[in-house]
């Protein structure tokens, strides 16, 4: 939309100031607080294994009039995120860490003499694909709408719902947001890092015939995209310490 702070990088800077702004308020009441010491660490991590395969075995003859679809389509969302703040203190320390491990392996796979169609039956036609697509962002959920007709009810395509296209595309994040206010020091670390091994493949075997009068495709895609964000906010007074 044209509201900058709807997508990725304006919701993490919105946080980034609201986070700035709560830190700067906390340390304004440690002025008179006695000399002590604050820490908070938080982490996060996720692994995930994907394996998704469409696959037609050794001599399977296909006939129709039709299309002909063999599609191996993964489509997943993945996010952590962790935060961690210390305030109130006259030294404060803060640290994040999250860290987002993904593994897929999408596969479109076709075995040896398989026919589709035949001279008699061509099919109209042929598609043999492997696609791979991770779509996340700060808020997941925005990923989740789905159109809608002039009415308001929900456009349905075999009694399913269809995703709506015109949502923007987010990639999957690993975020880590730290902060720390303290009187007389103030120290934050934060790191974020995504770990992305994907494997899309279509293989076809030996003496595979396709009998086809429109068109025939044979792809293996991976429209995967990764974005990383760390932050850290500090704030203190500097005046030192006072008993």
């Not at 730290?178 to 790191?191: H, N, V």
């Not at 003496?207 to 429109?214: D, K």
Request: hydrophobic fraction near 40%.
């Amino acid at each position: 939309g044209s509201n900058a702070n709807t997508g990725i990088f304006g919701r993490a800077a919105d946080r980034f100031a609201t986070t700035y702004n709560e830190i700067g308020k906390a340390t304004e009441k440690t002025k008179d607080a006695k000399p002590s010491q604050a820490f908070a660490a938080a982490a996060g991590f996720n692994f995930s294994d994907h394996d998704t395969k469409a696959i037609v075995a050794d001599s399977v003859n296909i006939e129709t009039g039709g299309a002909i679809n063999v599609i191996a389509d993964h489509d997943a969302m993945s996010m952590v995120e962790a935060s961690g703040a210390a305030v109130l203190s006259d030294a404060a320390t803060g640290a994040a860490m999250s860290i987002n491990v993904m593994n897929t392996t999408s596969a479109a796979v076709v075995g040896n003499d398989v026919r589709f169609g035949s001279s008699n039956r061509k099919a109209t036609n042929v598609t043999v694909e492997a696609m791979s697509r991770y779509n996340t962002g700060v808020n997941v959920a925005d990923l989740l709408r789905y159109k809608k007709d002039d009415k308001g009810n929900s456009v349905l395509v075999n009694g399913n719902k269809v995703l709506d296209e015109t949502v923007p595309n987010f990639t999957y994040a690993a975020e880590a947001i730290a902060g720390a206010g303290g009187k007389g020091s103030s120290l934050t670390g934060a790191f974020a890092a995504t770990v992305y091994l994907g494997d899309t493949s279509t293989t076809l075997g030996n003496r595979v015939s396709i009998n086809a009068t429109g068109d025939t495709t044979i792809a293996a895609y991976d429209q995967s995209k990764v974005a990383n964000k760390a932050w850290g906010v500090s704030a203190a007074l500097g005046t030192g310490t006072r008993s």
